[in-house]
């Protein structure tokens, strides 16, 4: 799993022209990436923001990064995890019964390689379908959430609730308007969405 220290180098990210030299062509083209380069490649060409983070330190700041950037602090947030409510709480954000969340902070089921998506249920967005989220999306996930398809995550699902299982599972996948009108992306929401990744592996 150190393959995003060769990426990367060190903790602090490298720019995107050189990512791009190394995760340019096709999925195709790509395929002999590994899983986790697959994910990266396919969620970057989708429009998403990749943060990696060795530690739940580096997780923390790099949230009160994106927070900066966006101007976000002392704003609504919509989040059900409690597990995370202490990183909002840090930051003087607001999350009990929001009217005008800025952003949604969450967890997810896994993240989906082949297609570059994000697997969510009702145990992290309740029933909300994505057109109710709001527009700004900030995701914790692991490394150890990468799987290969769709139905790999589905199956994980069926794993992980054996009784409780979850409702309302569904993915985002597109994270940015498509420049040009594209087919693939009809009737889907573009979300602006931060993925912070956590090594564990």
Known sequence: MNFFKKIFGSSEAASDEEHESEYAGT???????????????????????????????????????ILEENDWFENEVLCYEPALFGLLEENK???IAPTKPRFLLASCENLIAD??????????????????????????????????????GLSAIKRKYERDYP???????????????????????????????LEDL
């Open 27 to 65: 999925p195709a083209q790509n395929s002999h990436l590994s899983l986790d380069e697959q994910f990266i490649f396919n969620f970057k060409k989708n429009g998403g923001k990749f943060l990696y983070c060795e530690n739940t330190l580096e997780v923390a700041e790099q949230f009160e990064n």
């Open 93 to 95: 954000l607001f999350y």
């Open 115 to 152: 297609e570059g998506s994000i697997l969510f249920s009702s145990k992290q967005i309740r029933q909300n379908k994505p057109n109710e989220l709001p527009a700004n999306i900030v995701i914790i996930a692991t490394t150890s959430q990468i799987l290969p398809m769709k139905s790999d």
């Open 167 to 197: 409702t309302n599972i569904t993915t985002i996948k597109y994270f940015e308007k498509a420049k040009e009108e594209d087919f693939t992306q009809y009737g889907s929401v573009a979300k602006n969405l931060y993925l912070l990744l």
